[in-house]
């Protein structure tokens, strides 16, 4: 549970800057491979490859290793929890968005 002002806390383990664009490119997608994650998010494989076991370790996404044409491919899929997490991640950011909205307005 969490506590304090609900309104204001953020899913740290998301809202990461790199952990961010992986998540919101996998929330656009059904499913996309290493490669194409690393060029859509611009990480090395290094750093992608340690944020994608955080998730993977925390259950918000899926990696599946195989083959095509004899080369090794990693196929990576947000699970079902991952998606709920990222979507409740934008909600968040909508609502301290408005937050901060209240008042200028307030001050007209």
Wanted: glycine share 4%.
């Amino acid at each position: 549970m969490l506590e304090g002002n609900d309104e204001l806390l953020l899913d740290r383990l998301i809202h990461e800057p790199a952990r961010l664009a992986i998540m919101t490119v996998l929330s656009a997608v059904k499913a996309a491979d290493f490669v194409f994650l690393q060029r859509a998010t611009g990480l090395t494989k290094g750093n992608l490859s340690s944020h994608l076991t955080k998730l993977e370790e925390a259950g918000l996404l899926k990696i599946e290793k195989r083959f095509v044409n004899k080369k090794p491919n990693t196929n990576v899929e947000l699970t079902p929890v991952g998606k709920q997490r990222i979507m409740n991640h934008w909600s968040q950011l909508d609502r301290l968005k408005n937050l901060s909205k209240a008042p200028a307005e307030a001050q007209r």
